[in-house]
């Protein structure tokens, strides 16, 4: 939400400041997510999230070509194993329907055995949806903030707002950790943590979030028993474990969908993986697990907004909540509950945010210097050898490789932490670059680019972190324990 709010303002000539308490952007929710560009037909019709989900999952195509980021428009399938769960696929064309998703069709058990022969023979139907599709949110996260930057939005990573300043019920500035910054206005995309902002900046409310988790697993590329993204029927919580291809090649069975108490808590659970492969057996009943390289754990933002008798007691159940509370606090444009599908709303979101703060008085005058486009650059491996060659004699750094696995150099290493979203943390870095991905996971590359990071942050090697900011690879130097031990 931050990063595609950033770039959508920065088409105009205001002065924009992201604050984020991570050590980089996609560090929330967005970090671990499905990956998927929903359709819009789940949501209840009229709610926020249909209007938002169908107007986001069509201004993708766009957003992809202007960023330059993968995104894949395959279609999705939701299955349909019994005759309660026919009934509800029907539901879900008429709602869809109703929401505006174009070219909606429920298709015959032998049409999508055809495509999806590995799928429970209990199969009697699917709904198809066309528009559906996948992207890698932290990719795009990534671009669209560096695009902002790009384009004048400043950037402060590990900031924390912890308050407000207000005069005559106008936010005038906002504390952080790192100092009060002056404001006119002041947006709340903060995930999970968009229910503390809202209480800083005074809206009492009985709203708040609690983190549903979704454990997943994923398998070796190697194994494909699919080859589209499957769903199975929904529940009114959840839109249940799916099986899914991801955008790296990879197949991942999951989420699930358990209300928990700690906003930090991303463990796996053994009940959690368990509940992972019964449900992906009852989509693709030979599942084979054996496969199973990675399990990881993501929090949604549940809001209960609708549910209490409170300024959004009137809302749609578990609506996101979009507001410019100008009656409680001028300067404030609030944002939460944004759960699923909030990645694919949040180009629509941003949209939404821009006509807000027009609405409301903000002076907004097109920027005639905005850059729509973002290139990435090409990684060292897929280029040319002349290309190499002449990368290599301008900055000889590019000759060296740190990640043997994935032939990752240290020039790309070096790009990567003075970019304009910059790679602060060794997780940083392989988000960007897949460092230590390969067979040896980081065996090889993990020291050296301690040294790098070390090198050029200009902090001890001790202070390097993996990942956040409390998580410092190493202990201390082994002369030092060598000399606590004479
Ligand atoms: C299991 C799961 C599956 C999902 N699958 C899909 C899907 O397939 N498709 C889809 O559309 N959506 C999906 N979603 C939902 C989607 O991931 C989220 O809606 C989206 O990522 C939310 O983005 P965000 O920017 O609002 O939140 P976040 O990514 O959490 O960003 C909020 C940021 O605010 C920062 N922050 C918080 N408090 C402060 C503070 N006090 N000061 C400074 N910074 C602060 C955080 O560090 C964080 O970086 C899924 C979610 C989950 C958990």
């Given amino acids: 939400m931050g990063s595609l709010i950033a770039r959508a303002l920065s088409k105009y000539e205001l002065k924009v400041l992201v604050?984020?308490?991570?050590?980089?952007?996609?560090?929330?929710?967005?970090?671990?997510?499905?990956?998927?560009?929903?359709?819009?037909?789940?949501?209840?019709?009229?709610?926020?999230?249909?209007?938002?989900?169908?107007?986001?999952?069509?201004?993708?195509?766009?957003?992809?070509?202007?960023?330059?980021?993968?995104?894949?428009?395959i279609g999705d399938f939701v299955v349909a194993t019994s005759d309660s769960e026919l009934k509800t696929i029907e539901e879900l064309l008429e709602r869809g329907k109703k929401n505006g998703v174009p070219n909606l069709e429920i298709i015959d058990r032998e049409k999508i055995l055809a495509l999806e022969p590995n799928l429970t023979p209990k199969t009697k139907a699917a709904l198809f949806a066309p528009t559906g599709g996948e992207v890698d949110p932290i990719g795009l996260a990534i671009a669209a903030m560096e695009n902002a930057v790009l384009n004048g939005v400043k950037l402060k990573l590990l900031t924390e707002v912890n308050g407000f300043v207000k005069e005559n019920n106008k936010i005038v500035a906002v504390k952080t950790n790192r100092g009060v910054f002056y404001t006119d206005w002041v947006v709340n995309a903060a995930g999970l943590y968009a229910d503390r902002i809202m209480k800083l900046a005074g809206i009492e409310s009985k709203f708040e979030i609690r983190p549903r988790k979704g454990e997943y697993i994923i398998l070796d590329p190697a194994y494909q028993p699919v080859r589209s993204i499957l769903f199975p029927t929904p529940t009114e919580i959840s839109k249940g474990i799916l099986v899914t291809t991801t955008m790296f090649g990879n197949v991942m069975v999951g989420p699930t969908s358990v209300l928990i108490d700690d906003k930090e808590d991303k463990s796996t659970t053994e009940?959690?993986?368990?509940?992972?492969?019964?449900?992906g057996k009852k989509l693709i009943p030979s599942l084979d697990m054996r496969y199973a390289i990675k399990e990881f754990a993501g929090l949604r933002a549940d809001g209960n907004a609708g549910t209490k008798n409170d300024r959004y007691g009137s809302m749609v159940k578990r609506d996101f909540i979009m507001e410019v509370p100008s009656s409680i606090v001028k300067g404030f444009v609030?944002?939460?509950?944004?759960?699923?599908?909030?990645?694919?709303s949040s180009p629509a979101?941003?949209?939404?945010?821009?006509?807000?703060?027009?609405?409301?008085?903000?002076k907004m005058k097109k920027k005639k210097s905005f850059n729509p486009e973002r290139i990435p650059v090409p990684p060292f491996a897929k280029l040319s050898k002349e290309e190499q060659a002449k990368l290599i004699e301008k900055d000889p750094r590019f000759g060296k490789i740190v990640c043997r696995c994935e032939n990752v150099t240290e020039g790309e290493i070096v790009r990567a932490i003075h970019a304009p979203v910059p790679a602060l943390s060794y997780d940083a870095i392989k988000r960007r670059l897949h460092i230590g991905m390969g067979r040896c996971q980081g065996a090889f590359d993990t020291p050296r680019v301690i040294e790098i990071l070390s090198r050029e942050l200009g902090i001890p090697p001790v202070?390097?972190?993996?990942?956040?900011?409390?998580?410092?690879?190493?202990?201390?130097?082994?002369?030092?324990?060598?000399?606590?031990?004479?």
Avoid: C, Q
Wanted: aromatic share 4%; hydrophobic share 35%; proline share 2%.
């Fill in 19 to 73: 604050i984020e308490k991570g050590d980089d952007v996609a560090v929330g929710t967005t970090r671990a997510n499905t990956g998927i560009v929903h359709a819009g037909y789940n949501a209840p019709v009229g709610s926020n999230k249909a209007r938002m989900n169908v107007r986001g999952n069509a201004l993708f195509d766009n957003l992809a070509a202007e960023l330059h980021i993968d995104f894949k428009r």
């Fill in 271 to 279: 009940s959690g993986l368990k509940e992972v492969e019964t449900g």
């Fill in 334 to 344: 609030n944002l939460a509950g944004i759960e699923s599908p909030g990645l694919a």
């Fill in 349 to 362: 979101i941003a949209e939404w945010v821009v006509e807000a703060l027009k609405e409301n008085g903000l």
């Fill in 463 to 486: 202070k390097v972190r993996k990942d956040g900011t409390k998580t410092e690879f190493l202990l201390r130097g082994t002369k030092e324990v060598e000399d606590e031990r004479n």
